[in-house]
C-alpha cells in the first residue's frame, strides 16, 4: 500500500515494483485488457514471462529504497495470486470510476443511488448492514462508500429515480446508516501515515473513485479509469456485475461486482 486512497484513480502503482522496470509493463497489459476485454489469463500469459525476465517473481532479497538502512529483506515479489489480486482490483476500480461519470451524467433525472450487497454466506457483515440504504448521489457518504469497499468486494450501487423508488416500495434513507463501531486508526507501513477508516472498509479504499478522478494528482503514469468506461461496460459489464436500470422504468435485475484500490500489495478474503 506505497499509495493512498485518491492517487489510485488517477495513477498507477504495484507495491514492491521499485527498482524492476516494470510498471510500464504491468500497465500496458492492464490497459490492453481494458480495451481488448481480455480476461485473467491472457494477462497472465503476457506478464508472466516479462516480471521473470526482468526478476520480479517469487521470493527474493530485496533493498527497500524508502529504508536502505535496513538492508536486504526477503519479500514476495510476482506470483499468480499477485496477479489475480492486480488485474480484478485495477479493472474494477476502473470500472467504479468510470461508473460514477455515468451516474453523473444523469443525475438529473435519476438522483439517487442504492447500495446493493450479494448476500451470501461471503458477504461482509458490516456491507450486508449497508444494502438498501438509498440517499442522494451526491450525499456525502458516497465520498467514502462508494463500491468497492473492500478487497474482493462484490457490492454494486442501483441509480434510481423518484418514480423507480415509488413504484417498487422503498423509501430513502433518513440519512448515512448507523454504524456499530467507530471508525478504526490505520498506520500505513510505508508511509507511516495515520488515518481514520470507516466502519466496514478495507484501509486504501475509503474513497470513490470516480471523484478522485476528476481531481488529477499528477507526476505518475496514469491509471485505468473514466475514459474507458464505456469500452469495459460494454465488453466486461456482465462480469463486473454492471447494475442496470433501463430508461423508462424501474430495476431489470442486477449482477454483482466481484472487487479492491489500484496500488495492491495483499488482500483478505471477504466480499
Given amino acids: 500500500m506505497d499509495r493512498w486512497q485518491g492517487w489510485h484513480a488517477t495513477g498507477f502503482t504495484v507495491a514492491k515494483s521499485a527498482g524492476f522496470d516494470i510498471l510500464s509493463d504491468i500497465h500496458a ?3 490492453a485488457a481494458l480495451q481488448d476485454g481480455t480476461g485473467q489469463r491472457e494477462f497472465d500469459q503476457r506478464l508472466i514471462p516479462i516480471l521473470q525476465r526482468k526478476g520480479w517473481w517469487g521470493r527474493q532479497l530485496v533493498v527497500d529504497p524508502a529504508n536502505p538502512e535496513a ?56 456491507h450486508r448492514h449497508w444494502h438498501g440504504t438509498i440517499l442522494p448521489v451526491d450525499h456525502s457518504w458516497w465520498g467514502t462508500h462508494f463500491p468497492p469497499n473492500g478487497w474482493f468486494c462484490r457490492c454494486s ?31 500505513n507501513p510505508r508511509t507511516g501515515e495515520v488515518s481514520e477508516v470507516p ?9 470513490n473513485p470516480g471523484k478522485a478522478a476528476e481531481r488529477p494528482p499528477g507526476g505518475s503514469v496514469s491509471g485505468p479509469g473514466p ?18 436500470v433501463p430508461a423508462t ?23
Fill in 29 to 31: 497489459a492492464m490497459l
Fill in 71 to 126: 538492508g536486504p529483506q526477503l519479500v514476495q515479489l510476482g506470483s499468480l495470486r499477485r496477479l489475480k489480486v492486480i488485474f480484478d482490483t485495477n479493472l474494477r476500480m476502473a470500472y467504479a470510476a468510470g461508473r460514477w461519470e455515468q451516474i453523473q451524467r444523469v443525475k438529473t433525472g435519476m438522483p439517487y443511488l442504492r447500495y446493493v450487497a450479494v448476500l451470501d454466506s461471503k458477504t461482509r457483515p458490516e
Fill in 157 to 187: 450501487v442501483m441509480q434510481l429515480s423518484a418514480n423507480d423508488i415509488e413504484r417498487y416500495g422503498w423509501t430513502v434513507s433518513d440519512g448515512s446508516p448507523v454504524e456499530p463501531e467507530p471508525p478504526k486508526i490505520f498506520t
Fill in 199 to 207: 466502519y466496514g472498509i478495507d484501509p486504501g479504499f475509503a474513497y
Fill in 227 to 244: 475514459r474507458h468506461a464505456d469500452r469495459l461496460r460494454s465488453r466486461r459489464g456482465r462480469r463486473l456485475g454492471e447494475c442496470h
Fill in 249 to 271: 422504468g424501474g430495476p431489470r435485475g442486477h449482477r454483482q461486482m466481484g472487487v479492491g484500490p489500484a496500488a495492491v500489495g495483499g488482500s483478505r478474503g471477504g466480499r
